[in-house]
């Protein structure tokens, strides 16, 4: 593997930019986390970031939206914009020529964003329809129950957000936010591929140097319910999760439960895939996957199965969920632990996967890690210490959803 | 990059995008086979068979094979279309020979029979999960609408009904008519051992018997027919309409996906002004479904029930439009910038890469590098979008509408 070589630099205005020169690639590519996550709206604003983002492309600085889209094109630019609980994110890839251009378009849209009031309806409906598709992707609409059940207010939140909620939205509403949560303190922009250090911090420090202030927001939490609960659907297959905690990314054992979960989801030679799925067929999709929060996580487990089998797919999962607390085996461990290394080696192909990486590094860990010091992480994790962490940890607080035309019957932990 | 092919006797070929500098490399057998060269008795049997063969072989169970390809690649896995089944993996070049020899072996599966009844309980609830799941199958009900009797009508999953009636001795029946070696072709791109990959292949594949794989491709008759089905429990509608384009040998191909991107393209086409934008639709884009000797328009939307007959009128408008009056200069220069940047993107990704060979010589058997494609679309000009809205008008198309509704008006 080459040589790593990355930069970073906080600027006065609180804005940190870390980045990855990868000089055997042609392209580069960015990702800006700016502190603007649906957690930072009202309950009843639900929908108001996505609201937003969605505006602040509708026209910024000396273009106006077809202006805004036709000269990202132009570049060559694939180009992405998301909203998560904690941030609102703009993305993209390109020849790595056009970037300089890419991050100046970018800056006008953080800085300078004209919010037509003529494009406000149609920005809303257009959010209005997002959420009623949502209704329809039943894996989907689980998943964000899950999430909603697991952490509560406001870390459970969907950025998606609900129809009653975006209907009542102003365009003031969307000012006051941008205002608020569109702020470099706490922003990252990341960037990787085939760079110029120097001519890239200068270039960042000078187009955002107006950029100014942070998001102060008090979040209030609420205790989260867990538990189980059920949603009725009129569909073929039950939707089923069951989550409970593991550590954030953060944290010192985070690897040991991200091994665990490899054991019993990475591949298909995983414990789920082959209990659940190869030996009784009882489903198509099946996983179990590690999330994170900045200062806490949980793993979620997924399934989808026709009514008649749900009941016995839960069982299997959940067997499978205690047999994993009864520890990990070498030799699965060691396949797993090849294939991470594996994968981080052939991440270097990828500028968009680096500058991903390097945002959430410094997100969670507010530094950069080192790709060589994942790789001794991943290489001291072994069978010993994780079922230490395994037996030191057991599953508790958990919390399940099924959607579906039936309820099913829950272990006892869960209800 | 270096382009490598080689024959062997018994017809497999191997062809290979060989790029010394690159990380990884990746390796997937085409089987030119799918959907189309079923009949009703096996519907959906070449997607059964490719589940099927990650099921174990002679000398290797299930078990097996799922342990040793998550030890030996980054990433692994297989598709059925119309027209191919393709198995694919990924790895670091220092585990090449112990890859192929895997991938080779499964391509020879067992075909147990238990395997066959617990694996046909994974594609029932395949078949479940996509009917529970929007757009609910709406592509695959267009071309059975657009194309009725012609074989790529054909269900790629099959029904209920038929993975329920089939047999493990009908899949071995149509194994045997279509993975002849003169059927299929191993490609491979990134850091490949290209004299040590025909050594291997030679010694794992050689003996494989060859036979004649031929396949129909029949005239189509398309009918533009209008078919709703009421999903009452949906909240959005899902439109998918549909019209013949140029098919996958087409050498106005490229001007073909340079229309549908200028039309069509999820971002900055017109689709997207008029419909997305505006809000008026959750979805919309435009795309060239590509077969061998003929090609499918095919539009597919996502929006509230009360605006669907709307939004249908608009979508006819923006592309009769579009047949009188053209397109302009911009609007090419834009897709063109779109699509070669994306090709220089696609370049640094050997799986991508490799799926780009594999499909260019199953379809055409061509190669093209990156640098002829980016001339190929450099090279389109108005005057050719004009002639294929001419050849293929989009404005008329057949319609599936599934959702709340019951009627289109």
């Not at chain 1, 406000?120 to 409906?125: I, L, M």
């Not at chain 2, 009769?320 to 779109?338: C, H, M, P, S, V």
């Amino acid at each position: 593997m080459a040589p790593q070589k990355t930069f970073q630099h906080v600027f006065a205005n609180g804005l940190t930019l870390v980045a990855e020169e990868m000089d055997w690639l042609e392209s580069a590519a960015f990702t800006l986390l700016m502190p603007a996550g649906c957690q930072y709206e009202t309950p009843a604003q639900s929908g108001l970031g996505s609201l937003t983002c969605e505006m602040v492309q509708r026209g910024a600085g000396t273009r106006d939206s077809r202006q805004f889209v036709s000269d990202l094109e132009n570049l060559g630019a694939d180009t992405s914009a998301n909203v998560s609980g904690n941030h609102t994110s703009f993305g993209g890839a390109m020849p790595a020529e056009s970037l300089e251009q890419v991050l100046a378009i970018y800056a006008e849209c953080v800085l300078e964003p004209h919010f037509p009031a003529d494009q406000f309806d149609d920005a809303q409906s257009l959010c209005i329809q997002e959420a009623r598709s949502l209704e329809d992707d039943l894996a989907h609409r689980l998943m964000i129950e899950a999430r909603q059940r697991f952490y509560a207010e406001p870390f459970g939140r969907s950025s998606t957000g609900t129809v009653v909620a975006l209907e009542s939205l102003q365009l003031d509403d969307v000012q006051e936010f941008y205002k608020k949560c569109y702020r470099p303190q706490n922003a990252i922009l990341a960037v990787a591929g085939k760079i110029d250090w120097p001519k890239l911090r200068d270039q960042v420090g000078q187009i955002f140097a107006d950029w100014q202030g942070s998001n102060d927001t008090k979040l209030r939490e609420v205790p989260p319910p867990r538990g189980y609960r059920h949603i009725m659907a009129d569909s073929q297959q039950v939707h089923l999760t069951v989550a409970f905690p593991s550590p954030s990314y953060r944290e010192p054992d985070y690897f040991q439960m991200r091994g665990a979960i490899g054991v019993l989801s990475d591949g298909m030679s995983s414990r789920l895939f082959t209990e659940v799925r190869e030996k009784r067929g009882l489903c198509y999709t099946v996983y179990a996957s590690c999330h994170s929060l900045r200062d806490r996580g949980g793993v979620f487990t997924y399934a989808g199965t026709t009514a008649e089998r749900a009941q016995e797919t839960l069982d299997v999962l959940w067997q499978e969920i205690l047999r994993l607390y009864d520890g990990v085996e070498e030799d699965e461990l060691a396949r797993l632990k090849r294939r991470i290394k594996r994968s981080l080696i052939i991440q270097q192909e990828s500028s968009t996967s680096r500058a991903g990486s390097l945002a959430a590094d410094w997100f969670y860990l507010g530094r950069l890690r080192p790709v060589d010091e994942l790789r001794n992480i991943i290489d001291s994790l072994s069978q010993k210490s994780i079922n230490h962490y395994l037996a030191g940890h057991p599953p508790r607080d958990l919390s399940a959803v099924t959607l579906g035309p039936q309820p099913l019957e829950m272990p006892n932990a869960v209800s | 990059m270096q382009f490598l092919s080689h024959r062997l006797a018994n017809g497999l070929e191997i062809v290979c995008e060989a790029n010394p500098h690159a990380y990884s490399a990746a390796y997937g057998f085409f089987v030119k086979t799918g959907a189309r060269d079923e009949n009703d008795n096996i519907a959906g049997v070449s997607h059964f068979l490719e589940h099927m063969v990650f099921k174990g072989t002679p000398k290797r169970s299930a078990a097996e094979v799922n342990l040793q390809l998550d030890d030996l690649s980054s990433q692994s896995n297989a598709y059925t279309s119309e027209e191919q089944t393709v198995y694919y993996a990924t790895t670091l070049p220092e585990d090449q020979a112990p890859l192929v020899e895997l991938l080779a072996d499964i391509m020879r599966p067992a075909l147990r029979e238990d395997d066959f009844e617990t694996e046909k309980q994974v594609i029932l609830e395949e078949i479940a999960k996509y009917e529970d799941q929007p757009p609910y199958n709406a592509h695959e009900k267009l071309l059975s609408l657009l194309l009725g009797s012609h074989p790529l009508a054909r269900s790629i999953l099959g029904t209920v009904e038929s993975i329920e009636a089939l047999q493990r001795d009908q899949m071995l029946a149509y194994f045997e008519r279509r993975y002849s070696p003169a059927n299929i072709v191993l490609a491979a791109a990134g850091a490949v051992d290209f004299p040590k990959l025909i050594e291997q292949v030679e010694n794992l594949c050689g003996s494989w018997p060859a036979f004649e794989a031929p396949r129909e491709t029949p005239v189509p008759t398309p009918v533009h027919h209008t078919r709703i089905i009421a999903k009452p429990q949906a909240a959005q509608e899902y439109l998918v309409l549909g019209s013949l384009g140029p098919g996958a040998n087409d050498e106005d191909r490229y001007a073909a996906r340079v229309l549908s991107m200028i039309l069509g393209d999820e971002s900055g086409s017109r689709l997207f002004w008029e419909l997305v934008d505006t809000g008026l639709v959750e979805y919309a884009a435009l795309s060239l479904q590509e077969y061998q000797g003929m090609g499918v328009f095919m539009t597919s939307l996502s929006c509230t029930p009360e605006e669907a007959a709307g939004n249908l009128a608009r979508v006819r408008e923006i592309y009769a439009a579009a047949e009188k009056d053209g397109l302009t200069e911009e609007e090419l220069t834009q897709a063109k910038n779109k699509i070669c940047a994306h090709l220089v993107l696609q370049a640094e990704r050997p799986t991508s890469r490799m799926f780009s060979v594999g499909h260019g010589w199953i379809q055409r058997r061509q190669y093209r590098t990156i640098r002829e494609a980016v001339a190929g679309y450099r090279a389109v000009e108005l005057s050719d979008l004009a002639r294929i809205l001419q050849r293929y008008p989009l404005s008329d198309f057949a319609t599936v509408a599934i959702g709340p509704l019951e009627k289109l008006e």
